[in-house]
């Protein structure tokens, strides 16, 4: 069925083109009979008003700014290119993103990069969340401006941002679980979790979830390690962990830094643990094809940027904003994309 269109309206209404582009803009110097006539029409009709292409014909710039953590962490690189990579994509939409980098794990900095913002700075925010009551009193000051943040990858308080872009963290976790369970025939293990802080929701989230699957199971599942996703932190308390506890059979890396296990794995050979962690990047995916690796549960982070921003635009133009929950991809040696036999992987 044909959407209907203003051209439909006007005609249905019996007036011009102008006249019902007035009424629906509400831009006044139309006699009260015509403005009911166009009102019923677009009722009759259920036409519904294109608030983007408005924008547009507007010449109305969508001015979004993001802050994500700097560094040379793997999936924030892929992170950060997947957002230039919307720049130049989305120049032509009239969609003006910026980006402002700051320390991973780092709330103090962040609530204070966010306190700097004033109302006229930008229509959204977008952050990867960390918890933190300075966080949170810095998101709800920039809801009280009108200005909504969004947050991608890892959630904060819910009654400060508008809305979370991301997968079910908890869903992860136990995925990873049921992984670990299966590589373990259902039976005996001893289960590393690897973490960067439990400060940070999305780790936390994945710990409770990987948590509920082997409660009850003959997998021990111990005391995780926090390294705060910095690479000499995993070298040094992972190292220590694999050499004081030799019986450790499973690795669930849940946070960042993981080619710092990549190369301890590497440098250890011989036989490792069953080794599962999160998101796919050069890194991961060489150790998947080079057996130091075994599951990769990658979160998309292209498509986490996409949908942020369509979230963003579809806010900043009072509509409810489209679905933000991604379904993560398992991905092992012989599905990664471009692997022999199999051809890309969308």
Do not use: W
């Amino acid at each position: 069925m044909r959407i209907p269109t203003l051209h439909d309206v006007a005609r249905a209404a019996g007036v011009s083109y102008s006249t019902a582009d007035r009424v629906l803009n509400e831009r006044g110097g139309v006699a009260d009979k015509s403005v009911r006539r166009v009102l019923q029409a677009i009722e009759d009709l259920g036409y519904k008003r294109d608030i983007h292409a408005a924008n547009l014909s507007r010449r109305r710039n969508y001015r979004f700014r993001f802050y994500l953590p700097q560094g040379d962490h793997g999936f924030f690189s892929v992170l950060r290119q997947a957002l230039e990579d919307e720049r130049d994509r989305r120049a032509a939409e009239r969609v003006v993103i910026s980006l402002r980098q700051v320390p991973v794990l780092d709330a103090a900095t962040l609530a204070g990069e966010l306190r700097q913002i004033e109302a006229d700075d930008c229509d959204c925010v977008a952050i990867v969340g960390v918890d933190s009551d300075d966080l949170n009193d810095a998101v709800a000051r920039l809801a009280g401006m009108g200005i909504p943040v969004v947050t991608l990858v890892s959630d904060t308080a819910a009654e400060a941002r508008r809305i979370y872009v991301g997968i079910n963290n908890i869903v992860a976790g136990r995925t990873a679980g049921r992984l670990l369970r299966l590589a373990h025939n259902r039976g005996a293990g001893r289960i590393l979790p690897v973490l960067g802080s439990l400060g940070v929701r999305d780790h936390r989230d994945r710990l409770e979830g990987v948590t509920e699957v082997l409660r009850g199971a003959q997998l021990t599942l111990l005391p995780p390690i926090e390294v705060q996703d910095r690479p000499e932190l995993m070298l040094s308390r992972l190292g220590r962990a694999l050499t004081q506890d030799a019986a450790i059979s499973g690795i669930y890396s849940i946070g960042a830094g993981n080619r710092a296990l990549i190369d301890l794995l590497r440098q250890a050979g011989g036989a490792r643990p069953f080794v599962v962690l999160h998101d796919l990047t050069p890194h991961t995916s060489a150790a998947l094809e080079a057996d130091l690796i075994d599951v990769v549960i990658d979160q998309k982070p292209a498509e986490e940027i996409a949908r942020a921003l369509d979230a963003m635009r579809a806010i900043a133009d009072g509509v409810e904003p489209p679905p933000t929950d991604i379904t993560p991809t398992i991905f092992l040696k012989d599905n990664l994309p471009g692997a022999a036999g199999n051809g890309e992987i969308a």
